[in-house]
């Protein structure tokens, strides 16, 4: 992904170092996979979870280089989301990329990284451990700059739905998983202008892409970690459920066939 030379956003929250909690370090897919194996959603581990102080923003620093990385990726989105709106007389309100390192307080409650990158809508703000991308990598075999762009873009994307009002809270297993898998979609469509009018897409970036999305399918993390696969326990889609929207929404650019169904 030819990210450098890329403008950086100026809504980046640095909190990394602050909050830490002891076992904060424990890997942050593993745990937020069995969140989601028993049907529960990260969300509500925040919810429930004490709360604590949210500390100080710093600035990134110039040689931090997965900083860097994630600021330029939330820069793009801003960008291409902000061009859609317009296009239909809106503003897109900005959200705040906020880092931190084992342990955050945000506006949904206090968490650990082990629930893994999450969007809270009353804040508007996304927030990731950036270790997280280690695990991405290490765990299950989704490397790659693009892999990692396509977490961001999933997470803005659900600050789309909420912008727009598709955001919705409850309604059980199926409704989880149509609003996760529209949110691969909007991460696609993020995808296709990136590729058409930013030029951040390099040859090989769209394969790391649906990578990271089959690797983080239902399926295929129930398969790994309980060995057998439970469909109605899905939370977020199947592996071919995920690779499928996402690149509907990268083929296409089209919001029209992100819609819930």
């Known amino acids: 992904m030819r990210w ?9 929250s640095d909190r990394r170092g602050v909050g830490m909690i002891a076992g904060g370090g424990v890997g942050a897919v593993v745990i937020a996979v069995i969140a989601m194996l028993f049907g529960v959603n990260p969300g509500d581990i925040i919810e429930q979870a004490p709360s604590a102080g949210t500390g100080q923003t710093g600035q990134l620093a110039a040689d931090d280089t997965l900083a860097q990385f994630a600021s330029a990726v939330l ?5 291409v989301w902000s061009d859609i709106f317009r296009q239909s007389n809106q503003d897109y309100p900005e959200p ?12 949904c409650g206090f968490a650990q990284s082990a629930v893994g990158p999450f969007y809270c809508a009353r804040d508007n703000a996304v927030y990731i451990d950036l270790s997280f991308f280690a695990d991405l990598r290490d765990r299950f075999g989704a490397a790659g700059d693009f892999a990692e762009a396509y977490v961001i873009a999933h997470e803005v994307g659900h600050h ?10 409850g309604g059980g297993n199926e409704a989880s998983v ?3 898998l529209q949110a ?3 991460a696609g469509v993020w995808g296709y202008f990136a590729r058409e009018e930013q030029q951040l897409v390099e040859p090989g970036d769209l ?5 990271a999305a089959s690797a983080i399918g239902d399926d295929r993390l129930q398969k790994q970690t309980q060995g057998h696969v439970v469909p109605e326990s899905f939370t ?5 459920q995920r690779v499928a929207a996402f690149r509907r929404g990268y083929d296409y650019g089209d919001l029209g066939r992100c819609e819930l169904n």
């Open 4 to 12: 450098r030379g890329y403008r950086k956003s100026s809504n980046v």
């Open 75 to 79: 820069a793009s989105t801003e960008d």
């Open 96 to 107: 705040q990329l906020v880092l931190f390192s084992g342990a955050v307080q945000s506006a």
């Open 160 to 169: 789309v739905q909420n912008v727009t009002g598709a955001l919705t809270h």
């Open 178 to 180: 149509r609003q996760e």
């Open 184 to 186: 691969d979609c909007l």
């Open 207 to 211: 394969e790391e892409a649906l990578n």
């Open 236 to 240: 977020h889609g199947s592996s071919a």
